[in-house]
């Protein structure tokens, strides 16, 4: 299975910024759709952004839409996520990992086979 390094959490104040980073191991980063998942305390793990293998069309969770952007660099195998305006209910540790993309529409699913979960990177958002 494919490893994922998840980076660039941090503490933050309401209204700031992070920028956060998945470096994924092995060829197969270019040809899978990734998404960034976050779990809060007491709460399922949830996709908030996810972006298909050309970046030709994004996901956003509508918690977080117009306030991050998903990008990947494929030559790198990294995606990325850059956060904007946060919020205290975005604190939470957050993952990568693939997502299977949704035909009929809905929200993208992880796809279970790609890679182990990494340990994640957290956010913290003071308020």
């Known amino acids: 299975q494919v490893q994922l390094v998840e980076s660039g959490g941090g503490l933050v104040q309401d209204g700031g910024s992070l920028r956060l980073s998945c470096a994924a191991s092995g060829r197969t980063f270019s040809t899978n759709a990734m998404g960034w998942f976050r779990q809060a305390p007491g709460k399922e793990r949830e996709v908030v952004a996810a972006i298909t293998r050309g970046a030709g069309s994004t996901y956003y969770a509508d918690s977080v839409k117009g306030r991050f952007t998903i990008s990947r660099d494929n030559a790198k195998n990294t995606v990325f996520l850059q956060m904007n305006s946060l919020k205290p209910e975005d604190t939470a540790v957050y993952h990568c990992?693939?997502?299977?993309?949704?035909?009929?529409?809905?929200?993208?699913?992880?796809?279970?086979?790609?890679?182990?979960w990494g340990q994640g990177t957290q956010v913290t958002v003071s308020s």
């Open positions: 990992n693939a997502v299977i993309w949704p035909i009929y529409g809905g929200s993208p699913r992880l796809k279970a086979d790609f890679g182990s």
